[in-house]
């Protein structure tokens, strides 16, 4: 699939239905939660610095679950505590929102929730002082150009830069197949090749977004970047890579069952790439429009279970579906996937009473140079 084709393609399951990324992003919205002090700080930070009197604010790779309304929620009240500290005989600056993600997402989803948003600002607000707040959808990769030069001055992606901008190239023999049969991404059993072409299109990629990034944020601007990624060197291990090995491993159950076809998982790649922190800051400092200020690696606290009774297994196949749907069922159809996620979500329960999965999550923050 090229990069057009998964332009187009890609996105969170939208609505609010059972398989929906905003009823099934509790993991995402715990490692936001997690990372939250640092984000704000970053923000107040930047505002004591700079106070503008117009903040322009962009989440890139919003997608469509409470989860944006909540962060814009926070960052407006964490402007106004340090505005109150600093310039409190001044009127509260103005916030543009840009809400950015593929064109797929479901946008309406979020501004459907607007009205009551604003009704919650305005109560929120102390001695009648409400700020003028502007929200508006930018659709479109980040991998480009998203907004006008010199016009944002934070900039906050949660889980959003572990996608690539397309499936490696590499990944592909001279006939068109994949070299990584039997995975849909990097696995145990992958050649080497397989890696090789991951770290490749995430150099690239990376390196990209921070180039054009450095052309819309404004001199120490900031941005927060909080992505999944892995702890060391290799990369097969029992964090994140390890949730798509038994991805694989549950198409690959129904391969054996006769359900689908082993062309089908052979053929199925996935655009991830979870980066080491060395990976990351290589790449900053090769690019060098920005400075790193801080880089945490946060493990999100793992619930064997939900306050409904389901088992962390079902919960991160919940997770994961909201994810991947959009991507699976054109490839094997949707008939199969209710099957395929019941699949997945007893092997996760089976592998974590065998011996812990610890996907790790970083956070990343940047600071524009001059």
Same mark, same amino acid.
């Given at each position: 699939?090229?990069?057009?084709?998964?332009?187009?393609?890609?996105?969170?399951?939208?609505?609010?239905?059972?398989?929906?990324?905003?009823?099934?992003?509790?993991?995402?919205?715990?490692?936001?939660?997690?990372?939250?002090?640092?984000?704000?700080?970053?923000? #107040?930070?930047?505002?004591?610095?700079?106070?503008?009197?117009?903040?322009?604010?962009?989440?890139?790779?919003?997608?469509?679950?409470?989860?944006?309304?909540?962060?814009?929620?926070?960052?407006?009240?964490?402007?106004?505590?340090?505005?109150?500290?600093?310039?409190?005989?001044?009127?509260?600056?103005?916030?543009?929102?840009?809400?950015?993600?593929?064109?797929?997402?479901?946008?309406?989803?979020?501004?459907?929730?607007?009205?009551?948003?604003?009704?919650?600002?305005?109560?929120?607000?102390?001695?009648?002082?409400?700020?003028?707040?502007?929200?508006?959808?930018?659709?479109?990769?980040?991998?480009?150009?998203?907004?006008?030069?010199?016009?944002?001055?934070?900039?906050?992606?949660?889980?959003?830069?572990?996608?690539?901008?397309?499936?490696?190239?590499?990944?592909?023999?001279?006939?068109?197949?994949?070299?990584?049969?039997?995975?849909?991404?990097?696995?145990?059993?992958?050649?080497?090749?397989?890696?090789?072409?991951?770290?490749? #299109?995430?150099?690239?990629?990376?390196?990209?977004?921070?180039?054009?990034?450095?052309?819309?944020?404004?001199?120490?601007?900031?941005?927060?970047?909080?992505?999944?990624?892995?702890?060391?060197?290799?990369?097969?291990?029992?964090?994140?890579?390890?949730?798509?090995?038994?991805?694989?491993?549950?198409?690959?159950?129904?391969?054996?069952?006769?359900?689908?076809?082993?062309?089908?998982?052979?053929?199925?790649?996935?655009?991830?790439?979870?980066?080491?922190?060395?990976?990351?800051?290589?790449?900053?400092?090769?690019?060098?429009?920005?400075?790193?200020?801080?880089?945490?690696?946060?493990?999100?606290?793992?619930?064997?279970?939900?306050?409904?009774?389901?088992?962390?297994?079902?919960?991160?196949?919940?997770?994961?579906?909201?994810?991947?749907?959009?991507?699976?069922?054109?490839?094997?159809?949707?008939?199969?996937?209710?099957?395929?996620?019941?699949?997945?979500?007893?092997?996760?329960?089976?592998?974590?009473?065998?011996?812990?999965?610890?996907?790790?999550?970083?956070?990343?923050?940047?600071?524009?140079?001059?």
């Amino acid at each position: 699939m090229d990069k057009r084709d998964l332009e187009r393609e890609f996105h969170m399951t939208g609505g609010d239905g059972k398989t929906s990324y905003a009823r099934n992003s509790t993991f995402q919205k715990k490692a936001s939660d997690q990372a939250k002090h640092i984000t704000l700080e970053t923000l #107040q930070e930047l505002y004591k610095e700079t106070k503008p009197k117009s903040l322009g604010i962009a989440d890139l790779g919003c997608s469509s679950g409470p989860n944006t309304l909540s962060t814009i929620r926070d960052i407006i009240k964490a402007v106004e505590f340090s505005h109150s500290q600093e310039i409190p005989s001044q009127p509260l600056p103005e916030f543009s929102f840009f809400l950015n993600d593929l064109p797929g997402n479901d946008f309406n989803a979020i501004f459907k929730s607007l009205p009551d948003f604003h009704i919650e600002v305005k109560r929120d607000a102390k001695n009648g002082g409400c700020p003028s707040i502007f929200i508006a959808a930018y659709p479109g990769s980040f991998y480009g150009r998203l907004f006008p030069e010199n016009n944002i001055h934070f900039i906050h992606a949660s889980y959003s830069l572990h996608w690539l901008s397309k499936i490696p190239p590499a990944l592909y023999d001279d006939q068109g197949k994949s070299v990584n049969k039997g995975c849909v991404n990097i696995c145990s059993s992958s050649p080497e090749a397989v890696s090789k072409a991951y770290y490749s #299109q995430f150099k690239e990629d990376f390196s990209m977004f921070l180039r054009f990034r450095s052309k819309e944020v404004v001199a120490s601007g900031r941005m927060v970047l909080i992505m999944l990624g892995r702890e060391g060197p290799d990369h097969v291990d029992r964090g994140n890579s390890f949730f798509w090995e038994l991805l694989a491993r549950s198409i690959a159950d129904l391969v054996a069952q006769g359900v689908t076809e082993e062309e089908k998982l052979d053929s199925y790649e996935m655009h991830f790439y979870a980066p080491s922190a060395a990976e990351i800051e290589n790449e900053v400092n090769k690019e060098g429009s920005f400075e790193i200020e801080k880089l945490e690696m946060l493990e999100v606290d793992k619930e064997k279970g939900d306050e409904d009774g389901v088992s962390y297994g079902k919960a991160a196949a919940k997770t994961v579906r909201a994810v991947q749907e959009s991507m699976l069922a054109p490839h094997f159809g949707e008939d199969i996937l209710d099957k395929l996620f019941d699949i997945y979500g007893r092997m996760v329960d089976e592998e974590l009473a065998k011996e812990d999965i610890r996907p790790i999550t970083f956070v990343v923050v940047l600071k524009r140079k001059p």
